[in-house]
């Protein structure tokens, strides 16, 4: 029975609980009319209860490992955790191309390994090959991803996202619940649909322009915050009236490498602005409505309206409440996007992966893709919440290639 539900996931392009969609973006969906539900993963591609569990279980441990003190939110009482660490590449292998299809490009971990030890690992120049500590960041799935490129686990502080207001009001006002929907329901699928990534996306990207233009020549951190001012002001920018302990104006200082060495050594001119993405369930107060934890809270985890900041002080990573019987869903799904140069987000890569690294378990080895931002964006009723990260990494890194070519070579 193992084998046979690995060969079907592997047969349905490596069947994926962090999402790689082959579906249109949230935004497409709610404008094409069509009124077609998208199912889980876990439902399209035949994996168990038991699989969504271990993965949400395992995911919570990468946080509290990554964040030191972190409670985790979720637990599974039967989990095992059979997650292994990949070995270790040759530093001159080169990787093989990647399988392509409908805009996604897959691999195995260990060639992700090359490939990154080839175009992605530089420092000051240089390849370097995977230590062993970041092919363990790199084994915990979609988050690895994302953690292994940005340093530290991500925290998540400077979010952002956009929702068309107006829009949702329009929706409540003048359509109704689809036949059976209650109206917790069709509230909390009239607010998904009032978000779009696209603009979010665009937004993050404005912001952190604005962020590497602030960090040049400024050899210290009062310099880069005054240089930060005069180009919000230059842009009009809603941000500039952030208040000074905003997480805005405190992210380079609470960055960890911004502080090493080998780092930015405290030189802001040394750190450049990067994105990243995550996944989420809106429905995360625990003692709120039972209904909002199922059908996802209309109010939860919307941007500001003037700055396209999201305050995700209250992200617990909890994934959605079941409404049925057997239903599980994942908590949440990650992907790296760096400094990518392309100016049209269709072009945009997003590299992310399937699940940790099994290879002797039921859930079996990992996958990483590269997805075009229509994939990457595409939702699944596991999540209603996508958000756009700016995070800060030394300018020596290559992490953050201005081109990546997908499923090179």
Known sequence: MRKSRRFFAFATVSAVICTAGLMPSVSQAAGNGSGEEKRSYAETHGLTANDVENINALNERALALGRPGAAPSFRSPSFSDDRETPPAEPLDRMPDAYR????????????????WQQVYSHRDGKKQQMTEEQREKLSYGCVGVTWLNSGPYPTNKLAFAFFDENKYKNDLRNTRPRPGETRAEFEGR????????????????????????????????????????????????????EDSRSNFYSA?????SFKERDGGNYDPS???????SKHFWSGQDQWGSSDKRKYGDPDAFRPDQETGLVDMSKDRNVPRSPANPGERWVNFDYGWFGAQAEAD???????????YHAPNGDLGPMHVYESRFRNWSAGYE???????????????????????EQGWP
């Open 382 to 404: 596991d999540f209603d919440r996508g958000t756009y990260m700016i995070a800060f990494i030394p300018r020596s890194w290559n992490t953050a290639p201005a081109k990546v």
């Open 190 to 241: 009239t607010a998904k649909a009032g978000f779009d990534e696209e603009k979010g996306f665009r937004r993050a990207r404005e912001v952190a322009s604005i962020m590497n233009k602030a960090l040049e020549n400024a050899h210290d951190e009062g310099t880069y915050i005054d240089n930060l001012k005069t180009e919000l002001m230059n842009h009009n920018d809603a941000l500039l009236h």
């Open 270 to 276: 040394r750190m450049k602005a990067v994105i990243y």
């Open 252 to 256: 380079l200082r609470n960055t960890p």
């Open 100 to 115: 392509a299809y409908a805009g996604r490009a897959t691999t195995v971990v260990n060639n992700y390994i090359r490939k």
């Open 345 to 355: 987000a269709d072009k945009t890569i997003w590299t992310h992966a399937d699940h």
